[in-house]
């Protein structure tokens, strides 16, 4: 059974940078075709995803936050780190992570399962 | 980046009431097309993938049709634990991207 669970600060101050971390079981990081995503929501708003990575270490940003947001795993603790610099009240959400799977270089299978989320807010 | 409009945003309807939800893509995203119900203080449930094909152990009163960009999803008998937000999802591309909620409400 493939189980995530996400992990970080309940508060961070604006300017911070945010440091989330995924820790997967059930699958191998080491997967081939299988990789782990960040998806956000604000409280009241619309899902937003974030960024993805895969076994062969590919990654992908979300086009607005590619500057601020770093993706990595760490195939032998079966984790995957997100960091988000710079952070700002906006930026305040339920971070979550999930698993999907590559169909082909550019096209992605559905998220399922995802973890049960972390809610981040940002305020000094 | 794909865009992925939604609507209605908001819908009310009663129990036993059939709902059609519209996603539609700014651009083709074939089948790559997914649907998710979320309910406060609960994990995201994956309702419907590759457009049409119903998730394991997900009531047959959902279902999806559509491919390209225009895309339903559809509640044939409303329960009263349908009452959600309800997200599309592409997955041609990436960003992956998702639209902006349809939030269903008990009339």
Known sequence: QVTLKESGPVLVKPTETLTLT????????????????????????????????????????????????????????????????????????????????????TTFTWFDPWGQGTLVTVSS | DIQMTQSPSSLSASVGDGVTITCRASQTVSNFLNWYQLKPGKTPNLLIYSASTLQSGVPSRFSGSGSGTDFTLTISSLQPEDFATYYCQQSYSTPITFGQGTKLEIK
Request: hydrophobic share 30%; charged share 20%.
């Open chain 1, 22 to 105: 995924c820790s997967v079981s059930g699958f191998s990081l080491n997967n081939d075709k299988m990789g782990v995503t960040w998806i956000r929501q604000p409280p009241g708003k619309a899902l937003e995803w974030l960024a993805h990575i895969f076994s062969n270490d590919e990654k992908s940003y979300s086009t607005s936050l590619k500057s601020r947001l770093s993706i990595s795993k760490d195939t032998s603790k079966s984790r995957v780190v997100l960091t988000m610099t710079n952070m700002d009240p906006v930026d305040t959400a339920t971070y979550y992570c999930a698993t999907s799977s590559k169909y082909t270089i």
